[in-house]
């Protein structure tokens, strides 16, 4: 994408976006020059892990792609904790990624990889874009919490990740550092793990289930995102509970929903059978051999 063809900067989201990375290396710099202390460490580490989760089985694999039910109070700790990934709304954040999986590698995909890496990544979010009509997503708007959110999205934000950590930190004399370290610095690691499914995830890895959009399946980015880096597999069989098709790929979410069935805490979980994911795969391997035999002859 050119200069002259991309939208205006929104300054809004810039502004945000250049402050919490400033605050990320004070962050740093606290640590190591004014105070240490391993109770704030341990919070930003947790608030990393159920915020993945929040954004990996609630935006995405509850809201975006209803892949299984779950109780109105995981619901509402989804919308709390995915507020604190500072990733827009859950309706928001549902409605793009619906039109991704509608028009990915179109003109209309939000993240479109074929606009570039840094596209992809960040430059999406950095731009203006045209409000979304939310009429892909009126399922989501039947939710009275998530509408809440949706229209009181920056004090869900404020209040998630920045207000309850500093007040957490009151408990053990860091609250500064605990607001650093969990507001800001793990927030910006929390935006690129979440962002490399958009860039990394369409362009390194296989395709072992589709060859009709450049989604890869990568264990790089499934590591850095509770298992969401089976992304061919997912745009595939989008409505799948699982990145990770396999029992021993590394899909925590996968092992999370699975376990919470177990307990009766999620029900519904949808699954693709093993039949039609071997279709899928054994259709690749035709469409492969048919590529190189028309190399072969050309």
Excluded at 233 to 253: Q, S
Aim: one cysteine or more; aromatic letters at 16%.
């Amino acid at each position: 994408m050119t200069n002259e063809t991309r939208p205006p900067i929104h300054k809004l989201n810039a502004w945000f976006f250049g402050i919490i990375h400033v605050l990320a290396i004070a962050a740093v710099f606290y640590m190591v020059m004014v105070k240490f202390s391993w109770a704030s460490l341990w919070l930003g580490i947790a608030y990393f892990v159920v915020c993945t989760f929040a954004i990996s089985a609630g935006y995405h694999r509850l809201f975006s792609h209803p892949s299984y039910k779950t109780f109105q109070i995981f619901r509402v700790w989804y919308l709390f904790f995915g507020a604190a990934t500072a990733q827009n709304s859950a309706l928001k954040w549902s409605a793009d990624h619906r039109v991704h999986h509608s028009q990915v590698d179109k003109e209309l995909d939000p993240y479109n990889i074929q606009k570039g890496f840094v596209w992809a990544h960040v430059g999406w979010i950095l731009h203006e874009a045209d409000e979304p009509t939310y009429e892909n997503v009126p399922d989501l708007q039947k939710d009275r919490w998530l509408m809440h959110q949706h229209r009181n999205y920056v004090w869900w934000v404020a209040a998630s990740n920045f207000i309850l950590p500093f007040c957490l930190g009151l408990l053990w004399g860091d609250p500064w550092g605990a607001f650093l370290i969990t507001g800001c610095l793990r927030l910006v690691i929390e935006w690129h793990s979440t962002f490399s499914i958009n860039s990394v995830a369409h362009l390194l890895g296989t395709r072992p289930y589709s060859l009709a959009n450049s989604a890869r399946d990568s264990l790089f980015t499934a590591l850095l995102t509770m298992g969401e880096g089976y992304h061919n597999f997912h745009h595939r069989f989008a409505n799948d509970y699982r990145n990770g098709v396999r029992w021993f790929h590394y899909d925590p979410t996968k092992w999370l929903l699975w376990t919470s069935s177990k307990l009766r805490l999620t029900w519904d979980l949808k699954k693709t059978s093993r039949n039609a994911v071997m279709a899928a795969k054994a259709k690749v391997i035709e469409e492969l051999r048919a590529q190189k035999l028309a190399a072969a002859i050309g």
